[in-house]
């Protein structure tokens, strides 16, 4: 579990828990927490802002109405899957090869009813349309970047380019004539570039260190909040007011979430959460995971991904071998996978070709006939034990069993290289 103290209000926030302390009145209380010193017969009203301010946004509302239409649509639910049913069901699971398969065909069919009430619901788009998303922008405050805040671009260019000591001089000059450069800006520049260094070396690295901290949004300091608006409407590839340099294969390095949060926590920090819960499958309740297509596990620092047929993982009467490709942590920019691991976040890179196939075997269980964890953990039938940390949703597992698939079908041919250049693949 993530803990968040806010630093300007009695709140502590633990995932979904908030804890709130509230003053009763005339207690003597800071002035800036004074909105939360309450009577006690306005105690409901409080709890139920409080509330309401801790649920609101855009995401949060969509999850919310998916589950008053679903509550709504109770009743047609239980009408298609009425109690007629159950004997054509009976049916279906007599005439499978193995009758445990009708349970997961059952959980399946109710998860793809729901998702027909949603997707007739319109939820994404009755909750993040366009006219969604600017009252949102105005419930935040959302600004447009300020050179009180962020460096303009071309002093950006001129100060990562001191690299000698007759660079100072110049750089000196050059600060105090622009008036773009907010004046707090110039002190701590001036303060910065006054202190005595061992060699130039040291004062570019602390240099370049406060500009990477200043310059984060300096991109779109000369961006109004309508051209912010036309980029949500329609899209990078369309937006005609971009920011020079923004294109769309560079896009994602561009500081977007940056400009619209105005939480206290990392961009990045965000961006790697939203990753990760849009490609890992979440669990509630049981803490027994499953070995199956898409679980990534660890033992030391290696990083493994399963790449069984999720059809070879279950009905296992004896020890089997499971295929693994390694995922190694990205030092570069590239990366193909977020995953949570001691509650940091991991960035991981697929090492995909069939060479490094990884092969493990397990024991499954009597009962079940699967291999489950114990302790979060899978041992292996050698005794060694690998972690369990994370379980791919199946079409981003299945992603990779079809590249491995298309890796392993490829056909190598004799033929003129002449011919090969020019051919269209």
Known sequence: ????????APTLT??????????KKATGIMPHLKSYEVDFSELANKVTQEFTNMTAGLISNAVLLSLTKIRQNTF????????????????????????????EHLTGLIAEEIQAILEEAQIGQETTKLEMVKLWLESTDFKIPSTEMYLPVAAIKQLRNVNNPQGIEKIKKYIAKQQDISEEHKNQLSDLLDIEYDDINELTRHLVSWVDAHSELS??????????????????????TKPKGLREQNSHTFQFTKLFTNSPRDPFDLDEQFALTSSTRSFYGDDTRKLTLGTIVKRDLQYLVCVQPKCDTYRLTEPRVFLFLPLSLAKEETFNFVVKDNGKYKR??????????????FEPTKERQIVTTQNGKYTA????????????????AQRISNRLATDLSRVGVNESQWLRRWAKE
């Open 1 to 8: 579990l993530e803990a968040h103290l806010h630093e300007s």
């Open 14 to 23: 633990i995932d979904a828990i908030q804890v709130i302390v509230l003053a």
């Open 76 to 103: 047609k639910i239980i009408n298609n899957f009425s109690k007629d049913l159950d004997a054509p069901f009976l049916t279906h699971r007599a005439l499978q090869v193995d009758p445990r398969d009708a349970e």
């Open 219 to 240: 991109n779109f300091l000369e961006s109004k909040k309508s051209d912010i608006i036309s980029l949500l409407e329609d899209g990078i590839q369309a937006w005609e």
């Open 348 to 361: 991981l890179i697929l090492e995909k070709k069939p060479y490094q196939l990884v092969l493990l075997e």
């Open 381 to 396: 039938t050698d005794g060694a034990m690998y972690e369990w940390i994370a379980e791919l949703r199946f079409e981003h």
